[in-house]
């Protein structure tokens, strides 16, 4: 199994709303990471949580709040977002240490649209 | 600053015929590099992967060469298909402190038209 499998595909929501977004693995990667897409840019970096832990938080408005509740695991909770929000949310996946090469597997994104 | 540099920016071809992506790259200390596939609103696809000791890599119709010496990369595709039209990024691993980071480039954009 090499996939990252991430939930919901597409998701609407108004500046009120709270949601989440989830995102699962079982390669037993024990690095994931979360990043946003705007249209016709590479990604860019979030989170990145090692063994659970957040390591990288790339100075990430307080509205988006990651959790790894276990290793195959990892949520994006949504609070109070703005319009500019809107974007493709990709998860991926690792293994950790120097022979991993931080070789990443994406997931298939979620789609987000914040009205 | 680490940075990736993806040539052409687009690229418009005719079903069938060849073609070749380049990317430059100035990542220290080098891991390995990557080539994805991302169709509009999916996410990224591994094509192939290469590390400093490889030079050619094929999967399909895509093969990927690294110049380790020149730093650059190029992924050329054969006999293309509708089905390639999308964007292809090139993206380069570091070992370094932080190598949990991956340089992305900002990938070309290839149409496939019958």
């Known amino acids: 199994d090499t996939e990252v499998t991430q939930t919901p595909k597409h998701l609407v929501m108004g500046m009120t709303n709270k949601k989440s977004l989830k995102c699962e693995q079982h390669m037993g990667h024990r690095a994931m990471y979360w990043y946003k897409q705007k249209a016709k840019k590479p990604p860019e970096l979030m989170f990145v949580y090692s063994y659970e832990k957040l390591s990288i938080n790339e100075s990430v408005p307080s509205r988006f709040s990651p959790e790894c509740p276990n290793s195959s695991l990892l949520n994006l909770h949504l609070h109070a977002l703005q319009p500019e929000d809107s974007a493709l949310y990709l998860c991926a996946s690792s293994q950790i240490g120097r022979r991993a090469k931080n070789i990443q597997y994406f997931g298939a994104g979620t789609r987000l649209s914040v009205l | 600053k680490n940075q990736v540099e993806q040539s052409p920016q687009s690229l418009i071809i005719l079903e069938g015929k060849n073609c070749t992506l380049q990317c430059n790259y100035t990542v220290s200390p080098f891991s390995n590099l990557r080539w994805y596939k991302q169709d509009t609103g999916r996410g990224p696809v591994s094509l192939t992967i290469?590390?400093?000791?490889?030079n050619t890599k094929s999967n399909g119709r895509y093969t990927a060469t690294l110049d380790a010496d020149t730093k650059q990369s190029s992924l050329h595709i054969t006999a293309s298909q509708l089905s390639d039209s999308a964007s292809y990024i090139c993206v380069v691993s570091s070992s370094g402190a932080g190598s949990y980071q991956l340089t992305f480039g900002k990938g070309t954009k290839l149409s496939v038209i019958p």
């Open positions: 290469m590390t400093f000791s490889e």
